[in-house]
């Protein structure tokens, strides 16, 4: 157990609508990162937040967006989905901005159907 | 920032043999990691060799780092059907890149 909780585990929906993926870091850990892997994929980095603020953007798409709380919990909305958004979405969490060790949720499977 | 590109995409060996994999980046570092990916689960950090450093080791695991070559490689010895995974590497950087990974077969 990596100590970041992601919720929920799975999700279905249809094209086009909205989904929130719920992601809890470690205790402590500051930094939490968002991630996206398709079928037989790598991992595309999307955004990474530091103490609520967000860090670096990666390969996110205009449709979906995140915020980090003052809990220090995130969530990724992602919107008017796509068949091609159908993915597992992880996200990890760190102590610090980089140079340290990130532990990994164990990922929301969205089904877009 | 960037991220790093492991080599091969994919490597299937007979337990208990070597695996080798590497890991190519193209900037300056201060630190890489490699992660390995049981199909579908999170990523699980294995091990962190810092730019000063030249080779770690932590249980049948190997890294080594060549700063000029900008390069990493993995080595698991002894290999076993658990070792069965994709592997990482990211390079230090805020936002924690990742390459395609290699993705290792260990058959029994």
């Known amino acids: 157990d990596s100590g970041v909780t992601q919720t929920p585990k799975h999700l279905i929906t249809a094209t086009g609508q909205r989904v929130t993926l719920r992601c809890s870091p470690r205790?402590?850990?500051?930094?939490v990162y968002w991630y996206q892997q398709s079928l037989d994929q790598g991992l595309q980095f999307l955004i990474q937040?530091?103490?609520?603020?967000?860090?670096a953007k990666g390969n996110i798409l205009e449709r979906f967006s995140a915020q980090q709380f003052p809990d220090l919990h995130s969530e990724l909305n992602l919107s008017s989905l796509e068949l091609g958004d159908s993915a597992l979405y992880f996200c990890?969490?760190?102590?610090?901005?980089?140079?340290?060790?990130?532990?990994f949720g164990q990922g929301t499977r969205l089904t877009v159907v | 920032s960037q991220q790093g590109e492991e080599d091969p995409q994919a490597l299937s060996i007979q337990e208990g043999e070597n695996a080798t994999m590497n890991c190519s980046y193209k900037?300056?570092?201060?630190?890489l990691q490699w992660y390995r990916q049981n199909s579908g689960r999170g990523l699980v950090h294995l091990i962190l060799?810092?730019?000063?450093?030249r080779e770690k080791h932590s249980g049948r695991l190997r890294v080594t780092l060549d700063t000029s070559k900008k390069s990493s490689s993995l080595l698991i010895t002894a290999s076993r059907a658990a070792d069965t995974a994709s592997y990482f590497c990211?390079?230090?950087?805020?936002?924690?890149?990742f390459g395609a990974g290699t993705r290792l077969t260990v058959k029994p």
């Open positions: 060799i810092r730019s000063n450093e």
């Open positions: 990211a390079t230090d950087a805020f936002d924690m890149r």
């Open positions: 990890a969490s760190s102590p610090l901005t980089a140079n340290t060790e990130a532990f």
């Open positions: 900037t300056s570092i201060n630190n």
């Open positions: 205790s402590g850990d500051l930094s």
């Open positions: 937040y530091y103490n609520g603020e967000e860090r």
